[in-house]
């Protein structure tokens, strides 16, 4: 089992950057695949980016590519979200997730119903 905390969110103009941190503790953190998502008021939970327990592969939504990139520390059970070049549409509560991929190493999912554990999220707000 695995608790995820998420940190680093905020109010940020147009265009700005923040990087966000999901710290993760319990057991052997390298062992899950890893994921941000976000949900805006009104909205559905939609997925932002993942990355595979090695590290090696990442996947980015299509809304995201080329501003965004995740990252992981296993030394540190730590992941984060850089973000670049915010746009207002960004506003969200963002939510680290994890899950275990079994025996593959290099598997990301897409779907919010894949991962496992949760943590509580962090807002980020853009404005113009």
């Known amino acids: 089992q695995v608790q995820l905390a998420e940190s680093g969110g905020g109010l940020v103009q147009a265009g700005g950057s923040l990087r966000l941190s999901c710290a993760a503790s319990?057991?052997?953190?390298?062992?899950?695949?890893l994921a941000w998502f976000r949900q805006a008021p009104g909205k559905e939970r939609e997925f932002v980016a993942a990355?595979?327990?090695?590290?090696?592969?990442?996947r980015n939504a299509d809304s995201v590519k080329g501003r965004f990139t995740i990252s992981r520390d296993n030394a540190k059970s730590a992941a984060y979200l850089q973000m670049h070049s915010l746009k207002p549409e960004d506003t969200a509560v963002y939510y680290c997730a994890a899950t275990n991929p079994g025996s593959s190493s290099f598997v990301t999912y897409v779907g919010p119903s894949q991962y496992t554990y949760w943590g509580q999220g962090t807002q980020v707000t853009v404005s113009t």
């Open positions: 990355i595979s327990r090695n590290g090696v592969a990442t």
């Open positions: 319990g057991r052997a953190f390298s062992s899950y695949a």
